[in-house]
């Protein structure tokens, strides 16, 4: 098995062997959910008691995490911040050697996130964490902005696309 290092193995190096169309996925994965959660989101407890947000955000990373599931994501871990502006995702990727896999996993998880956002989740922000069999390898973030200015056309996917790709941080 090859080994990377930060100077084989970088940002740039993902943005220039994926090109701006086979990172356009992340679009792809919009459409809306696959099955019928619309009815269980929201509403409030039958006591009457609760926040009509902390239901929902249960139900949003529930959903979440069914998705990342279904796409084959090895997730460690899935958490929204006290503050509700930011969903957290720590992961471990196999993809580590193959910038195009990695490419794809990244546009695979951000798809699920804009998949909740176009459902109305109000989050402002996802962080996501790379992890090997080792430990810690890298991180990137996608912005709800992004998402709300492609929808408004002020992004093609493409450009959203770069977007995430550029906060890509490899630390090996």
Known sequence: MATYTSSN????AILTSVGIGSVTLMAGCLGGSTDDDEETTGGASSDGEGSDDAIDDEQYLANYEEYLASEGIS?????????REVVTVEYESANLHD????????????GGYMQQ??????VDRL???IY????E?????????????MEDGELTPDELSLEVLET???TV
């Open 9 to 12: 193995y970088t940002r740039r």
């Open 75 to 83: 997730l460690r871990e899935l958490e929204l911040a006290d503050d």
């Open 99 to 110: 910038e195009f896999e990695l490419a794809d996993e990244i546009g695979h998880i951000s």
């Open 117 to 122: 956002l176009e459902d109305d989740w109000d």
């Open 127 to 129: 962080e996501a964490t």
């Open 132 to 135: 090997d069999d080792v430990g």
């Open 137 to 149: 390898v890298g991180t990137w973030y996608m912005e709800r902005e992004w998402f709300k200015k």
């Open 168 to 170: 890509v941080d490899m």
